[in-house]
């Protein structure tokens, strides 16, 4: 059935934090894919397949980046994360690993959907706060100190 998971559910409880975080978060990952939009869209308004693809690719490209590689470069936290002081681990206590991030990214379509509320009502109703992506990839956000030596 697995390892068991080594994280005290006590530590996870960072919700009010994480509410904060992904609101920055959110606005800072859409800035690239907005402006990669706006910028290729010079019909007013009725931008084209290829234009409309490039951009596609390049807002891609940036969700990847910003939910995934940067989180795995920086121990697991974005910029909203370091900023409240955040931190993704492997439910067994461990750095995340880039296959995890990648599958909370993905389960990030979820949990945004009707505004946030299926993500945060199911960090929740769940003993270790995590979200569906987080439940999928077997991670938990915790304090950035926790399991720091100091």
């Known amino acids: 059935m697995g390892r068991p998971i080594l994280v005290h559910a006590g530590a996870t409880r960072v919700t009010g934090r994480r509410v904060v975080q992904y609101i920055i978060d959110y606005i800072l990952a859409g800035i690239v894919p907005a402006i990669a ?8 308004g009725s931008i084209d397949g290829v ?7 390049i807002a891609l490209a940036a969700y990847f980046a910003y ?17 409240l002081r955040l931190r993704v681990l492997s439910k067994d206590g461990g750095r ?12 990030l379509i979820i949990d945004t959907l ?12 769940s003993k270790y706060r995590q979200r569906v992506g987080d439940h999928a990839a ?13």
């Open 37 to 44: 939009y706006w910028q290729l869209d010079t019909n007013a």
């Open 114 to 125: 009707i505004f946030g509320l299926v993500g945060y009502i199911t960090i929740l109703c």
């Open 51 to 57: 234009r409309w693809f490039v951009a596609t690719i």
């Open 138 to 150: 077997k991670t938990v956000v915790v304090s950035a100190n926790y399991g720091r030596r100091t």
């Open 67 to 83: 939910w995934v590689a940067i989180p795995y470069a920086m121990s697991g936290q974005t910029f909203g994360m370091k900023l």
């Open 96 to 107: 995340a690993s880039m296959a995890q991030l990648l599958i909370r990214g993905i389960f």
